[in-house]
């Protein structure tokens, strides 16, 4: 008969080794115990015995090959009953067959019995068992990345802590208990599409069933496949939420946002400024012939500001390409702006920003915002950005950690202007004031570098004239 | 390559005891690395009685645990158990020392001491059924007068003080016995055991295997004098060694017994010795020590010594070594087979050998485990649980 052998966990806890040789080779006959292989563990390089005495059948791994534990590695042809008892002591009684189940344990016999070897099954991915695990990224894993790419959502208005949203999904667990976790399990429903009505929205057995009960499966049944069942749509359950499936503009942003957050390390820097001038230089700019009929905001002067600032710290404007493993530096701007459209947070950006006159900057802010609202950006403006920016000010709110849109290297968010009594020429005075957040990608952008970007917008903001020491 | 007959540590090995005090003392030595019995005034008389047949037990004794040891790593590296730790080059500390005890005595040992179990009589199944992973603990302790392996480093000297403090009150002559390592001796519970049993004078031996390396640490980075010589500030006598030397420790543990018997209080022995294996299955040791090192310690191989005596005594012959490589084949073979049809544990089992007496609040707690079990069988029962939540 053919018994197989799988890789052990030859440390504690390890779930692969490198086989670096076969000592063996097919049609070899080995006796119990004599080495047939070395293996290299991240702990120590270790020869593996045989566990059969009997005829090499296959080899299934190259040397070279980096093997998950439990996986089969070599089969051999085993005598008979007869044979055994002469080959080796393993196969002398009833429990010859045993030990390459064991190996496997807790990897390919995953609905038996958990695992009961220290170390056995530990973080093994792929296999059927932890469905739990499996549900801590939303909207997937950015396997995505081009296409969250060709449309960026980034942090947005509303987001002013979208660190949190994140962390927020991955949090806990439906609350049920074991029994009816395995129910849940056994007939493939996700515990967190399923309203619990017990304690403290508690999931019980029967909130499971009903949840089933379109499909009418009744417990003990064949497990369904998960992939079937149907979300959402139970009556009781939908007087108390609302359920939306995860798509679109919302899928995107979820994905860009994960991938951002846990691949940039961000860091945020805050700086408050008296941005009065500003202001009056907006009303002056207002009144002016050249700019009549263009709309100008904070965000036009501050948007300019960044173009300006830009050109002191390049670093702000460039991309980590961990692919390549390159930085890339660019020598354009594509002005990104956060923007709400009814359909989510959409980043379109203005393409050459840089080469922009002040006017013809103001209008393509309003063009792109207009578009945008309008949900008819196109795919081209979406793509691209070089840098952001958020304007979380609309919206009365001072200041957030905005998280980078995938692949730039920096987005700044704009607080609202108040009125606030303020340090002016040695007085307390009524000044507009504006708290302006900088994140950036710490792997490209060290705190001198933010540091300086983010104090000479803000000195610009300040005092306008500052420009003339910068260009 | 030279061969020190003193059996202290080439003088290539970086990990020799340096003693820099001066404290250094002669190890004792029976026999001698190439075999030679040699007379010591003292200790001679410890082993008078030990006949040739004897000898030839002892050379059995030390194979066997060698095979057992053997069988045990390809087993760990089959998958058949999680973990071992393997004792090989420790066999004559191990079997020199456990066949010198009586069977009122009780030992209390660390995880290595497979060898001292089997001097005990420990059924070879029950060896192996821990690093299986199939119960939280072995054998009875009762059965065979040794307590289950210890893991945590050193604790088993505190119960091995404890027990010997029950001895004294209960006016016996039997002996508590605990064996621990190098690295143990820089742990606090050694320390206070040391002290309790030097203060109530109990009849205890500190066994000390020196096997020089505390996993990945050098013995002389945790002492810069003799670890005998650390028993000497507890007030405890202590005797340095040869742990490779099979009888020189059966006389060695024979005098601590004797004096712990006679009420004499504690002893201390430093059985000079070295793990020529891993620390355990999981451990790489060439990471961390030099190949020489090996290559001298393998020159003083506690078992070819005694082959080597044998030898010289004209009583290894071909029929006595085809007799003790069967027998220690069918001990592998035995525990091999209860290895590998060892049946799994059953979950209310976790509950079995934790209170000798009935204990109301485990029995509560077993009493819901074994409901809970029951809801998987029976969904309707598990609903009315859950409704009375």
Not at chain 1, 396 to 425: C, F, H, K, Q, S
């Amino acid at each position: 008969m053919i018994k197989e052998f799988r890789l052990p966990d030859l440390g504690e806890g390890l779930t692969e080794s490198e086989i670096l040789n076969w000592r063996v080779g097919v049609g070899d006959t080995v006796t119990l115990n004599q080495v047939i292989a070395e293996v290299e563990t991240a702990k120590a390089v270790v020869e593996l015995p045989s566990p059969f005495a009997g005829v090499i059948k296959e080899l299934h791994e190259q040397p070279g090959t980096v093997v998950e534990v439990g996986k089969p590695i070599v089969s051999f042809e085993v005598a008979d009953d007869a044979g055994q008892a002469a080959s080796g002591p393993a196969n002398l009684s009833a429990g010859a067959g045993e030990p390459a189940q064991l190996v496997g344990q807790g990897v390919a016999d995953a609905p038996k019995r958990e695992p009961n070897l220290v170390g056995y099954g530990a973080v093994v991915e792929s296999t059927s068992r932890p469905a739990r695990r499996q549900r801590n990224l939303p909207g997937g894993r950015p396997a995505e990345t081009n296409a969250a790419q060709a449309a960026p959502p980034v942090a947005g208005p509303a987001e002013t802590k979208p660190a949190a949203k994140p962390a927020e999904t991955t949090t806990e667990r439906p609350r049920s208990t074991p029994p009816v976790r395995k129910l849940a399990r056994d007939l493939g429903v996700d515990l967190a599409e399923v309203h619990g009505t017990g304690p403290r929205g508690l999931i019980t057995r029967e909130d499971v069933q009903e949840f089933l009960h379109p499909l009418a499966a009744p417990a003990g049944t064949e497990p369904a496949d998960p992939g079937q069942t149907v979300p959402g749509s139970r009556q009781d359950a939908s007087v108390r939420e609302t359920r939306t499936p995860i798509k679109g503009v919302r899928k995107f942003t979820a994905a860009a946002m994960v991938q951002s957050a846990f691949t940039a390390p961000h860091a945020t820097e805050f700086l408050t400024v008296d941005v009065t001038p500003a202001m009056e230089l907006l009303a002056k700019l207002r009144d002016s012939r050249e700019f009549a009929g263009v709309k100008l905001t904070p965000l036009t002067l501050a948007a300019k500001a960044v173009l300006i600032a830009l050109r002191r710290s390049p670093a702000l404007n460039s991309r980590w390409d961990g692919e390549n493993q390159e930085i890339v530096a660019y020598n354009y701007v594509n002005l990104g702006i956060a923007a709400a459209t009814p359909r989510g947070l959409t980043v379109p950006n203005i393409k050459d920003a840089d080469g922009l006159s002040l006017v013809q900057l103001a209008e393509a802010l309003a063009a792109l915002a207009e578009t945008a609202r309008a949900g008819r950006t196109a795919p081209g403006d979406l793509s691209g950005g070089t840098i952001s920016i958020t304007n979380i000010g609309v919206f009365g709110i001072d200041a957030g950690t905005p998280i980078l849109n995938p692949g730039e290297a920096a987005i700044l968010a704009l607080g609202a202007v108040r009125r606030t009594p303020w340090e002016y020429r040695g007085e307390i005075a009524l000044r507009q004031v504006m708290t302006l957040s900088l994140s950036f990608d710490h792997r490209l952008v060290d705190g001198e570098q933010g540091s300086r970007f983010l104090a000479d917008v803000g000195a610009i903001l300040a005092d306008p004239g500052m420009v003339l020491t910068m260009v | 390559m030279s061969i020190d007959e003193t059996g202290q540590g080439g003088t290539a090995a970086p990990n020799s005891a340096r003693h820099p005090h001066g404290q250094g003392r002669d190890l004792v030595q029976l026999v001698t690395p190439s075999g030679e019995r040699v007379s010591h005034p003292e200790f001679d008389y410890w082993v008078r009685d030990i006949t040739d047949e004897q000898l030839c037990s002892l050379f059995e004794d030390m194979t066997v645990i060698r095979r057992i040891d053997v069988e045990a790593t390809a087993l760990q590296r089959q998958g058949e158990l999680a973990l071992w730790p393997p004792l090989l080059g420790q066999e004559a500390a191990q079997i020199g020392s456990g066949r010198a005890l009586r069977l009122d005595d009780f030992v209390f040992s660390s995880y290595r001491e497979n060898g001292v179990a089997y001097c005990r009589g420990v059924d070879l199944t029950d060896i192996v059924r821990v690093w299986r992973g199939n119960a939280s603990s072995g054998w009875d302790p009762y059965a065979i007068n040794m307590a289950t392996p210890q893991i945590i480093i050193g604790a088993q000297t505190l119960h091995a003080t404890g027990y010997a403090m029950g001895i004294q009150n209960d006016g016996a002559d039997s002996v508590a016995v605990t064996y621990f390592g190098d690295g143990a001796t820089s742990e606090g519970d050694v320390n206070e055991a040391m002290v309790f049993a030097a203060s109530f004078q109990v009849p205890v031996v500190f066994f000390c295997t020196n096997n020089h390396w505390a996993i990945s640490e050098p013995v002389r980075l945790q002492s810069h004098i003799q670890l005998a010589d650390r028993a000497a500030g507890f007030g405890i006598p202590s005797l340095r060694v040869d742990g490779n030397d099979v009888l020189a420790v059966m006389a060695a543990t024979r005098v601590a017994l004797d004096r712990a018997r006679r009420g004499g209080g504690p002893t201390f022995i430093e059985a000079v010795s070295y793990r020529m294996g891993p620390h355990t299955t999981a451990d790489d040791p060439t990471r961390y020590r030099d190949a020489n090192e090996l290559e001298d310690w393998a020159a003083k191989d506690p078992i070819s010594r005694i082959a080597a005596l044998l030898e010289r005594k004209g009583l290894l012959t071909d029929g006595l070594q085809q007799q003790v490589k069967d027998k220690a084949d069918a001990v592998a073979r035995g525990m091999r087979t209860g290895c590998t049809t060892m049946p799994d544990p059953e979950p209310l089992d976790v509950f079995k050998h934790v209170y000798s007496t009935p204990n109301s609040w485990l029995d509560r707690q077993q009493d819901h485990y074994a409901r809970y079990l029951a809801s998987f069988g029976d969904p309707a029962g598990a609903v009315s649980e859950e409704g009375a939540r």
